[in-house]
Structure formats: structure tokens, C-alpha cells
């Protein structure tokens, strides 16, 4: 394995199971996997909230960043993926709330659902950390 790849786990009980990272770092670059709205129990925060959800899922996003020393500042693109299409403003003014300066590339679409069906709301993010 490649001594420049990190990667970051955050407990969640689907990471073993599918055999994937939180993110990975390769060199400069982090990508960071869907995130789930996952409390640190495992279990789903704020259902039937999407926004609350789309909050939970971009503190795990931001503290995965963290561990491998970055940033939300450093995130060029996300994307949103909700069950709800309707729901895309309100998780988009929580997006606001954490990229209101990077301002990065992003697109939101609607899927059929999830693992749990308690998930209103995906994210992902890439980001680009200048050494």
C-alpha cells in the first residue's frame, strides 16, 4: 500500500460492512464518501429532518477533513443527494451555513432512498489541500 494514502474511518457501522473509508488522502487530494446523517452511536440523527440531517452530515464531512488536515475551505465540489427533492432548500441553506466563503461546485439531485430509510439526505465532497 502506498505510504501517501491515508484514510479516516468514523465508526459508522456500514464502513466495515461495505469496505470503505470515511475518505481517503491521496497526496493532495481528499475524497469524502456519502455521508450518512449518523450520530457518534450509529445510529440516524434528526429524523424526518432533512435539514438537520444535511448539519450532521457535514460535521462528519468537515471532521473527516480535519483528521487528515484539511479543510472545508479546501472542498471544491459536493454533492447532495436527497429522497425528498423537495427538501433540496432547506439542505441547501445548511450547505450555505458551512461553505458560505469556499463557495464550491456542487450538484443536488433526488435518488429512490438509502440503506435506512430514515436518511433523508447524502453528502460527498472532494476537496484540494495546497501544500
Known sequence: MNDARQHVSTGSPYEPIVGI????RIGRLI???GTAPL???GKTVAVGDA???A???????RDAL???GSGLEHVYRTRILLTRIEDWERVARVHGQFFRDSRPANT???VVGFIDPDWLV???ADAWVDE
Request: proline letters at 3%; one cysteine or more.
Open 31 to 33: 475524497a469524502v464518501t
Open 21 to 24: 473509508s470515511r475518505a481517503v
Open 108 to 110: 443536488i439531485m433526488q
Open 39 to 41: 450520530g457518534p452511536d
Open 51 to 53: 435539514a438537520g440531517q
Open 122 to 124: 447524502e453528502i460527498e
Open 55 to 61: 448539519r450532521r452530515c457535514l460535521e462528519i464531512v
Open 66 to 68: 480535519e483528521k487528515l
